[in-house]
């Protein structure tokens, strides 16, 4: 992005090693950039790279991490730890039996020597990364003094020594168990993230990359490698398609905004209302609550590659998946299995030749074979029978999905984008009662040109010692100096931020209540707090960055759409010839509309245009889908 400008490119995911996908993906922009390829050119004419990642997602999913230990203590046990909401099957999965508890009523040298011997016991039983949380008020008295004694005897220069975590350290949460929480988890997501990210900035700086690599976060900021908290980052892929979809949904006044992210394995479904981006305070990690607010995108299985199969009389989609290695049988690369990828290849809407930009050409024989083996021989059912059965179930699936994460309103559009979202979302839509659909112009990479988005910025939070002034404006002192430091690891000045502070009161049955301080007016406390309140503050620190100019609108004059021809497509099982509108071949800069049944194409995206429907192209190369009526801005 730059000058106005949006260049955008796509490529497949390296799972053997993502570095190569990140430098893949940066080869074909500076090809695009330049006309040919140039890596050292864009490198050099680059002022930020913003890059996020699903390295520790997966791990965590995969349970592919460190065997990780701990230690609890104080008023802390580990069944608190193990009963927490939702976290019974992750405790077992990753903790088992390597957690300890320190005897009760230990003190001083007793309580170190006790510390230490239990750490060596984990260390002998596996343990390669350990976390120490104490619970109660002296949580961080205790855990510095346990500090200290397991750095004098097992000093961290020596090769083996374990790396341990204090979970006061991560989160000054005054819930024992979700701080502790926040704790593993992070610890778990660490090693995998850390070396990925290094290893791919060290590249760049090989590559004489001249700005340093930007992590984009949950939270919708970003930040440097070595300033990222590693649970911050998961699920910031879907957290990029939302802030790109908060944008759209600002500029377009659209004030219910629900999102479908439908990639090769699930669909990340999110909602922009009138409050922005939803999210949970105390955001969830495989269900269990963190310290940390997280963006409320929730992963449906069900995407361009997931598994279609007869199961009895019905077809099962989903949840595994055949992602893009090998992928869907029509990819040709090894795989036998049925996908809806390879039902909309037979089915006339997807080209062979012209899928992902011409640079993957599918193989309808071995879709077939796929769908006849797994779908329609087992369900005694004709080849077009088959592919509409499987079309009716996944979009059946994704439009459960959707119902399931909102209420639909009236004035509810629909966002559709990711490779496969916006292949039938008129079937999608209309299965939800909603007539609008919005899809983005590089629906394609909207996580990615989201993430264009993002400011630089931190957030760090305490609690206040007591409901007064004078305990908050200590805090804000305490907070603007942790913010000035955090941000000169940025190459920011504070003064240069702009700065939130949020006053957080929690009441005894876990009511939360937000209050936004103005700039500068972290001084006194706000009126009619809940009586008893556990009270903290936080402070969000933002450097502003360049982003892309947002122009264009939709209902103003167009004029028709020019057809590139036509494309022979059966739907519901009747095969008929519908027009083919290709986005590259329209008129640049003004609006374009036409009316369905017609297939809109892009490069790296395919739309069916059902009956009922029109579709308008805007100057900005958005598209809105329309059902019955002409579109109401």
Same mark, same amino acid.
């Given at each position: 992005?730059?000058?106005?400008?949006?260049?955008?490119?796509?490529?497949?995911?390296?799972?053997?090693?993502?570095? +190569?996908?990140?430098?893949?993906?940066?080869?074909?922009?500076?090809?695009?950039?330049?006309?040919?390829?140039?890596?050292?050119?864009?490198?050099?004419?680059?002022?930020?790279?913003?890059?996020?990642?699903?390295?520790?997602?997966?791990?965590?999913?995969?349970?592919?991490?460190?065997?990780?230990?701990? /230690?609890?203590?104080?008023?802390?046990?580990?069944?608190?730890?193990?009963?927490?909401?939702?976290?019974?099957?992750?405790?077992?999965?990753?903790?088992?039996?390597?957690?300890?508890?320190?005897?009760?009523?230990?003190? %001083?040298?007793?309580?170190?020597?006790?510390?230490?011997?239990?750490?060596?016991?984990?260390?002998?039983?596996?343990?390669?990364?350990?976390? /120490?949380?104490?619970?109660?008020?002296?949580?961080?008295?205790?855990?510095?003094?346990?500090?200290?004694?397991?750095?004098?005897?097992?000093?961290?220069?020596?090769?083996?020594?374990?790396?341990?975590?204090?979970?006061?350290?991560?989160?000054?949460?005054?819930?024992?168990?979700?701080?502790?929480?926040?704790?593993?988890?992070?610890?778990?997501?660490?090693?995998?993230?850390?070396?990925?990210?290094?290893?791919?900035? +060290?590249?760049?700086?090989?590559?004489?990359?001249?700005?340093?690599?930007?992590?984009?976060?949950?939270?919708?900021?970003?930040?440097?490698? &070595?300033?990222?908290?590693?649970?911050?980052?998961?699920?910031?892929?879907?957290?990029?398609?939302?802030?790109?979809?908060?944008?759209?949904?600002?500029?377009?006044?659209?004030?219910?905004?629900?999102?479908?992210?439908?990639?090769?394995?699930?669909? @990340?479904?999110?909602?922009?209302?009138?409050?922005?981006?939803?999210?949970?305070?105390?955001?969830?990690?495989?269900?269990?609550?963190?310290?940390?607010?997280?963006?409320?995108?929730?992963?449906?299985?069900?995407?361009?590659?997931?598994?279609?199969?007869?199961?009895?009389?019905?077809?099962?989609?989903?949840?595994?998946?055949?992602?893009?290695?090998?992928?869907?049988?029509?990819?040709?690369? *090894?795989?036998?299995?049925?996908?809806?990828?390879?039902?909309?290849?037979?089915?006339?809407?997807?080209?062979?030749?012209?899928?992902?930009?011409?640079?993957?050409?599918?193989?309808?024989?071995?879709?077939?074979?796929?769908?006849?083996?797994?779908?329609?021989?087992?369900?005694?059912?004709?080849?077009?029978?088959?592919?509409?059965?499987?079309?009716?179930?996944?979009?059946?699936?994704?439009?459960?999905?959707?119902?399931?994460?909102?209420?639909?309103?009236?004035?509810?559009?629909?966002?559709?984008?990711?490779?496969?979202?916006?292949?039938?979302?008129?079937?999608?839509?209309?299965?939800? *009662?909603?007539?609008?659909?919005?899809?983005?112009?590089? &629906?394609?990479?909207?996580?990615?040109?989201?993430?264009?988005?993002?400011?630089?910025?931190?957030?760090?939070?305490?609690?206040?010692?007591?409901?007064?002034?004078?305990?908050?404006?200590?805090?804000?002192?305490?907070?603007?100096? +942790?913010?000035?430091?955090?941000?000169?690891?940025?190459?920011?000045?504070?003064? %240069?931020?702009?700065?939130?502070?949020?006053?957080?009161?929690?009441? &005894?049955?876990?009511?939360? +209540?937000?209050?936004?301080?103005?700039? *500068?007016?972290?001084?006194?406390?706000?009126?009619?707090?809940?009586?008893?309140?556990?009270?903290?503050?936080?402070?969000?620190?933002?450097?502003?960055?360049?982003?892309?100019?947002?122009?264009?609108?939709?209902?103003?004059?167009?004029?028709?759409?020019?057809?590139?021809?036509?494309?022979?497509?059966?739907?519901?099982?009747?095969?008929?010839?519908?027009?083919?509108?290709?986005?590259?071949?329209?008129?640049? *800069?003004?609006?374009?509309?036409?009316?369905?049944?017609?297939?809109?194409?892009?490069?790296?995206?395919?739309?069916?245009? @059902?009956?009922?429907?029109?579709?308008?192209?805007?100057?900005?190369?958005?598209?809105?889908?329309?059902?019955?009526?002409?579109?109401?801005?």
């Amino acid at each position: 992005m730059g000058g106005g400008e949006v260049v955008r490119t796509k490529t497949l995911t390296t799972p053997h090693d993502l570095s +190569q996908c990140l430098f893949d993906g940066l080869r074909k922009a500076s090809e695009a950039v330049y006309g040919r390829e140039d890596l050292e050119a864009l490198l050099l004419s680059t002022a930020a790279i913003r890059y996020s990642t699903t390295q520790g997602t997966n791990a965590l999913v995969e349970r592919k991490g460190p065997r990780l230990g701990l /230690v609890v203590g104080g008023t802390l046990s580990v069944e608190q730890v193990r009963a927490a909401d939702g976290a019974a099957a992750l405790f077992d999965s990753v903790l088992g039996d390597r957690a300890v508890a320190l005897p009760t009523g230990l003190q %001083d040298d007793a309580l170190d020597d006790e510390a230490v011997r239990q750490v060596g016991e984990l260390a002998a039983a596996g343990a390669n990364r350990l976390v /120490v949380a104490i619970g109660g008020p002296r949580r961080a008295v205790l855990e510095q003094q346990i500090k200290r004694k397991l750095l004098r005897t097992f000093p961290p220069h020596l090769l083996g020594a374990l790396p341990i975590l204090y979970a006061h350290e991560v989160a000054d949460d005054a819930d024992d168990a979700r701080r502790t929480w926040t704790a593993l988890l992070n610890a778990f997501l660490h090693p995998a993230m850390e070396r990925f990210l290094y290893s791919a900035e +060290q590249k760049l700086r090989e590559a004489r990359a001249q700005s340093p690599l930007l992590v984009f976060r949950n939270d919708g900021l970003a930040g440097r490698v &070595a300033k990222t908290i590693a649970l911050k980052t998961y699920s910031s892929g879907p957290r990029g398609g939302m802030e790109g979809t908060r944008v759209l949904a600002a500029h377009y006044g659209f004030g219910h905004l629900l999102s479908m992210d439908i990639g090769g394995t699930t669909t @990340d479904i999110g909602l922009v209302d009138a409050d922005g981006v939803r999210a949970d305070r105390r955001g969830r990690v495989e269900g269990v609550a963190t310290a940390f607010p997280l963006c409320d995108v929730v992963s449906a299985g069900v995407g361009g590659s997931s598994i279609l199969r007869a199961d009895g009389e019905a077809i099962r989609v989903g949840p595994d998946s055949v992602g893009s290695a090998p992928g869907p049988a029509c990819f040709g690369l *090894g795989g036998t299995l049925a996908t809806i990828t390879d039902a909309f290849l037979l089915s006339g809407l997807l080209d062979p030749d012209s899928f992902f930009g011409g640079k993957l050409r599918l193989d309808q024989e071995r879709a077939r074979q796929a769908v006849h083996t797994h779908i329609a021989d087992p369900l005694r059912m004709g080849g077009q029978e088959a592919i509409a059965a499987m079309e009716a179930a996944w979009v059946a699936k994704v439009a459960d999905s959707l119902k399931a994460y909102a209420e639909i309103r009236p004035d509810t559009t629909l966002a559709a984008f990711g490779g496969a979202g916006a292949l039938v979302a008129c079937r999608v839509a209309e299965a939800i *009662g909603v007539r609008q659909v919005l899809i983005p112009g590089l &629906a394609a990479v909207f996580s990615a040109y989201g993430i264009g988005f993002s400011d630089v910025g931190h957030t760090v939070s305490a609690p206040l010692a007591q409901a007064s002034d004078a305990a908050l404006q200590e805090a804000a002192t305490v907070l603007r100096a +942790q913010a000035e430091r955090a941000m000169f690891g940025e190459d920011a000045a504070i003064d %240069d931020c702009a700065l939130r502070y949020t006053l957080e009161a929690v009441t &005894a049955d876990g009511e939360v +209540q937000a209050h936004a301080l103005p700039d *500068g007016a972290a001084r006194t406390l706000p009126r009619g707090l809940p009586v008893g309140a556990a009270l903290s503050l936080s402070l969000t620190a933002v450097k502003p960055m360049d982003r892309p100019a947002m122009t264009g609108r939709f209902g103003g004059t167009s004029q028709p759409a020019v057809p590139g021809g036509s494309r022979r497509v059966a739907v519901g099982g009747r095969e008929s010839e519908l027009p083919l509108y290709r986005v590259e071949d329209q008129p640049k *800069g003004v609006a374009v509309r036409a009316a369905g049944p017609a297939v809109l194409e892009e490069a790296f995206f395919t739309g069916r245009i @059902d009956a009922g429907w029109t579709f308008e192209i805007n100057a900005s190369g958005d598209i809105l889908l329309s059902r019955g009526t002409e579109s109401v801005q």
